[in-house]
């Protein structure tokens, strides 16, 4: 029965570490958008993503990996759209 349980999970932890590698393969190819603005903190995925509509600033079309290196988290309004999904 042990085993059992060992190998059903097998199949799950490799899927997620393939996620994970995709996700940093994408890295430099995955666009976001980032408002100039010296107070914002945040990158959107999304061109029309309400967090990016206050932004007073140019938006900016910049590689994920830039984002990041500049300090960016990902935009409160996108993430928890993605969780209803
Ligand atoms: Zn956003």
Known sequence: MKMLIL????????????????TVKNINEKKVYICNSLTSKSYHYKKHCQGLLKCKDT?????LKKAINFGRVRCGYEARTEEQF
């Open 7 to 22: 190998i059903s999970l097998v199949p799950l932890s490799c899927s997620i570490y393939g996620q994970e590698a995709k």
């Open 59 to 63: 938006i900016r079309k910049v590689s």
